[in-house]
């Protein structure tokens, strides 16, 4: 169902909302010199990371749930409008070059549809029965995770997602920044990371988007540690698909093995470029199918095929 909030009532809603709040110490920033406006952003960005170390606990347990999953073959599912669903499909978008995930296993959705990445789609964002097409367009599995993204917390989409994803069996996680927040209140995983008016009145591309940035970063890039898409802080499992990633690919295996430039480039030509298969090969002493082999049976965790072949 489309929300249907008298305007008035609306703006009530609004006025009571911390990111939404008016600072009238800011009311001449317009008279400021340019250097002054930069101090202040700068300023107020810099609070934006305490924010989220307030939140650590909460962001942690809702990762552990989602690699639980993920490991079953779940997928994650980001879910918002606006800069927040524009945020999601960044994050979503990231993951196949960096962790070589397949496309479809992180998935970002927004309001109105691929459009809307660029343009603003009037009314979308407004709308639960948009969220519920959207997902039953993915056919959810109790082994997905669906991630309500909302500044405000209160908008439509985001939370008619999180909603439909619980009758579907998926956990859900909610990431908002304000307190008290109905999309927090409606995922199993409710995170609030409180940062405070914005320095332009409701600009929540600002503060608000940096924190959910941030958070973002977290949820799928620790995700990816616990699934063994890493090996210490190495991406053992970037994608070389141009000449800046092949060199990345080199230096990765370079700085796993200690092995120089012709025997990193033996072991890529022997496993087709596959990072973590090289590092295997040559600090386990195996061949191509056998270092294949043995990750396949580790379930992908480099660490775990290196002990086993030992």
């Known amino acids: 169902m489309t929300s249907t909030s008298h305007p008035r009532d609306l703006r009530t809603e609004l006025e009571s909302l911390t990111t939404e709040a008016f600072r009238p110490e800011l009311a001449d920033i317009d008279r400021l010199p340019t250097l002054d406006i930069a101090r202040l952003m700068n300023g107020e960005d810099a609070t934006v990371a305490g924010a989220v170390a307030a939140r650590l606990p909460q962001i942690a347990a809702a990762i552990d749930a989602v690699a639980e999953r993920m490991t079953r ?76 993204i909302s500044a405000s917390g209160r908008t439509p989409y985001a939370i008619g997602a999180v909603e439909h994803a619980r009758t579907r069996g998926c956990l859900t996680i909610g990431l908002a920044c304000n307190p008290g927040s109905p999309l927090a209140a409606a995922a199993d995983h409710g995170i609030e990371i409180v940062v405070g008016p914005e320095l332009l009145t409701g600009s929540t591309r600002l503060k608000s988007g940096t924190a959910q940035k941030l958070v973002l970063n977290m949820l799928s890039t620790i995700t990816m540690i616990r699934l063994g898409k890493t090996y210490g802080n190495l991406m053992v499992d970037v994608r070389a698909s141009n000449d800046k990633l092949r060199a990345r690919s080199h230096r990765i295996v370079a700085l796993a093995t200690g092995a120089g430039d012709k025997e990193i480039e033996e072991a890529l030509t022997a496993t087709d470029g596959e990072v973590k298969n090289a590092i295997l090969t040559i600090l386990a002493d195996v061949d191509g199918p056998t270092a294949a082999r043995l990750l396949e049976e580790s379930g992908g965790h480099l660490r775990v095929a290196l002990a086993a072949s030992g």
């Not at 809307?116 to 039953?136: N, P, Q």
Request: proline share 7%.
């Open 73 to 148: 073959g779940g997928r994650l599912v980001y879910a918002g409008a606006g800069t927040a669903g524009r945020l999601g499909i960044l994050d979503a978008s990231e993951c196949p070059p960096t962790f070589n995930t397949d496309p479809s296993r992180v998935v970002g959705l927004i309001a109105g549809g691929p459009d809307a990445v660029v343009t603003s789609v009037e009314g979308a964002e407004d709308s639960r029965d948009l969220a519920r097409a959207d997902l039953d367009a993915l056919a959810l599995s109790p082994d997905d995770t669906v991630v309500g």
